[in-house]
């Protein structure tokens, strides 16, 4: 690239910039939505740290083994409170009729009946799939215990897990912002086909400068736009909502590496259609799909296995992978080096693509 | 009432047009119900590992853990990479087998499955006082609710969240369509026709309705076909289905009357209907969500709409069971059609 047409390119990226900035919408969509969207999920599914677990306990049998079990239940229910904050809380409840009218009222979130001879019935309410799970993990164990026989469960310490578990906050922070990239970078193409309908760029080219600088220029400003919307949602969060990113050097880079691959992606989607509608279309539809595959809307805590697998051939995939391992695991710059290599390759060859595709679809 | 069905049909033939609206219609909710409801659907596979070196009983340990159903056991030598694993919920929980025999549980405490990890846990490991091979324990699980006889489809609830979710975010986005009509001039032409302001504001959110009740229909075909939903009571499901189609309706036709632009419809729509549809409960189960956040959740349509489904679903309610969700949803749905049609009105006088 010579210095006129570099010089035409900033000119172009500025002058969009500018206008960007004073669209309300532009606005909205690089700042404003990432940023209620990762507050609304956050603050959802941080919770989870003190979430507690009513179960309730029937002694539908009235034997000494049924009474002996939920005697048991409860002892250990003491026990656990002292070792951990927000767990599983047992209540003795009088009948199984109870039970399933306190699980409908939700007083309780599933129970479990121990009949007279250790036959054991777990009562859940498929409404409420997390309560259901532990009450179903905890009939199982009880099942277990009474099936070998052991009058006391085999001795399982419990040891602190250490460092900083995944901050929810930051991963959803990072994912929302990542999938409304796909709305903010990819207005580089829409705006080279507006500007072909609009006959703007005819106009520009007039002048002494080519498609390349223009396309350019836009996908410049569109990235810049992009990488200061992640940057608020990050620092916003950061400095209202305790959330903890990771390394600030760590953070930057993968800012940038996620920016070149989805904006990679959406200018090559963009490049592909022949109308501004069509892009929008294309990019809305993509950018979802991907987000959706790459787990930005499954909380981190249950995604499942095949998911977390697709999820690498996603460049929001791959992002949340690197913010993770900033966030979880204090990874440096040198462990981020595959998963920064792996976005600016998505970025280099979509968005190389991409731009030659650009190029084509506005040739007047 | 000619005028005003010609306004619905042009609105409808407009909407067929947008790629956007027929992609969150019908691919999106349904890719999003196959990947939550593996989620959330009584599909998932909890990851447990044991950390040590290979030994009988290690060895053991990982077949216990794969023998129960939607556990996936598994080795890891090292217990610092284990806890990393941990950290990212890579894996739920871990097991380390010490050097004096002893059992350690590892758990991330910052996620609810952890709890019925160490239950799991504690199952497996009492499990090696057995023979190899020895059958499970017998438990039965029931669902409560007067259909507790009756299997539920492990997508029943992400169906019905999918329902209330996609519903409204087609409604909220088709409603560029009313700007552009609106800055183009064609609804200030068609003033000039013997069709009223009214006309043509019934025509439109006739159009946002069936819009609404093909898109909800849609889901919960699909659902009740393909994925074995089994929604209940056909009245109390008509009526759920009749009154969220006029909540949607009337929230598009008011975003399309009071914003300036189709670019902002298109930017503001999406998150403000992702944002209200989490708030609901459609995305994560309310059960997780904080008291404060429980009281936020009530105040959107989606909360009740779904309230409604859950108790014709999973407790075999009929119609007169679901008054209350029915007469907010009531509510809404007059509420937002009267305050579009003023806006509509303003802007066209």
């Known amino acids: 690239m010579n210095a006129l047409s570099a010089h035409a390119m900033f000119t172009v990226a500025t002058t969009e910039l500018r206008r960007r900035l004073r669209s309300r919408s532009a606005l909205v ?5 990432p940023l209620g969207l990762a507050v609304v999920f ?44 927000g767990s599983i809380v047992f209540t003795v409840v009088g009948s199984e009729a109870l039970a399933e009218e306190q699980i409908d009222d939700g007083t309780i979130g599933a129970a479990i009946v121990v009949g007279a001879t250790g036959e054991i019935l777990v009562l859940k309410s498929p409404d409420r799939p997390i309560s259901a799970q532990v009450g179903e993990s905890i009939g199982y164990s009880i099942g277990g215990s009474l099936q070998t026989g052991l009058t006391e469960p085999t001795p399982l310490a419990t040891a602190p897990l250490g460092g900083r578990p995944l901050n929810v906050m930051a991963y959803y922070g990072a994912s929302m912002a990542g999938l409304l990239l796909f709305f903010t970078v990819g207005t580089a193409a829409r705006s080279m086909l507006e500007d072909r309908d609009n006959s703007t760029l005819p106009r520009m080219l007039s ?5 390349g600088s223009i396309l350019s220029g836009k996908v410049l400003a569109a990235a810049t736009l992009g990488a200061l919307g992640f940057v608020v949602v990050w620092i916003i969060t950061t400095a209202a909502f305790g ?29 592909l259609t022949r109308t501004p509608q069509q892009a929008e279309s294309a990019q809305s539809v993509v950018g979802f799909m991907l987000a959706l595959i790459g787990g930005a809307f499954v909380p981190p805590t249950d995604t499942p296995a095949t998911l977390r697998t697709l999820s690498r051939f996603s460049p929001n995939g791959l992002s949340l992978q690197g913010f993770s391992a900033l966030n979880a695991d204090n990874a440096g710059i040198r462990d981020l080096f595959p998963t920064l290599v792996g976005l600016v390759v998505f970025g280099l060859v979509f968005g190389g693509v991409g731009l030659q595709l650009s190029k084509r679809s506005v040739q007047i | 009432m000619r005028s005003i069905s010609a306004f619905t049909l042009a609105a409808l033939k407009q909407q067929a047009r947008d790629r956007t609206s027929i992609f969150f219609m019908i691919v999106l909710p349904i890719a999003i119900m196959v990947i939550i409801g593996t989620t959330f659907g009584g599909a998932t596979e909890t990851e447990i590992l044991v950390v040590g070196d290979p030994s009988t009983e290690t060895d053991r340990l990982v077949s216990e853990l794969n023998a129960l159903d939607g556990i996936v056991g598994s080795r890891e030598p090292d217990e610092e ?12 929980a871990a097991i380390v087998a010490e ?48 259909n507790r006889f009756i299997a539920q489809s492990p997508f029943s609830l992400t169906a019905a969240q999918n329902l209330v979710l996609f519903t409204f975010i087609t409604a909220l986005t088709a409603g560029g369509i009313i700007v552009r009509a609106r800055r183009s001039g064609v609804l200030r032409r068609a003033l000039s026709t013997p069709a009223g302001v009214g006309a043509i504001t019934i025509g439109l959110a006739g159009s946002w309705f069936v819009l609404a009740l093909v898109q909800s229909l849609l889901i919960y ?40 632009s189709e670019d902002q419809v298109n930017s503001i729509g999406p998150p403000l209907a992702l944002i209200l549809a989490a ?29 409604g489904w859950k108790d014709l679903i999973f407790d075999r309610e009929s119609l007169s069971g679901i008054g209350t969700e029915v007469a907010v949803l009531a509510g809404y749905a007059l509420s937002l059609l009267g305050l579009a049609s003023a806006a509509l009105r303003r802007q066209l006088n």
């Open chain 1, 42 to 85: 956050g603050t959802m599914l941080s919770n989870t740290e003190a979430s507690t677990f009513d179960i309730g306990i029937v002694d539908a049998g009235g034997s000494a083994l049924s009474a002996g079990v939920t005697d048991e239940l409860v002892s250990f229910d003491e026990q656990a409170s002292d070792e951990q904050e």
């Open chain 2, 279 to 307: 708030l609901g409960g459609c995305m994560v189960p309310t059960e997780v969500f904080p008291d404060f956040l429980l009281t936020v959740s009530r105040l959107t349509p989606h909360h009740w709409a779904l309230e």
């Open chain 2, 221 to 260: 075909l699909v659902g009740a076909l393909a994925f074995d939903v089994n929604w209940g009571d056909p009245f109390g499901s008509v009526v759920l289905l009749i009154l969220f189609a006029l909540v949607g309706s009337g929230a598009g036709v008011l975003v399309g009357a009071l914003f300036p």
């Open chain 1, 243 to 271: 959330a903890t990113w990771g390394s600030p050097a760590g953070v930057i880079l993968m800012i940038i590496g996620t920016v070149a691959a989805i904006g990679g992606v959406s200018l090559f989607i963009g490049g």
């Open chain 1, 207 to 211: 002048g002494p400068t080519n498609v």
């Open chain 1, 29 to 33: 969509t690089a700042f404003l939505a």
């Open chain 2, 81 to 92: 990479a284990a806890r990393s694993q941990l950290r990212r919920f890579d894996a739920e």
């Open chain 2, 99 to 146: 050097a004096d025999g002893s059992w350690t549980f590892i758990g991330n405490e910052s996620s609810d499955g952890s709890l019925a990890a160490r239950a799991i846990a504690q199952r497996a490991i009492d499990r090696l006082v057995l023979p190899p091979g020895s059958p499970q324990p017998v438990v039965d699980v029931r669902d409560i609710g007067e």
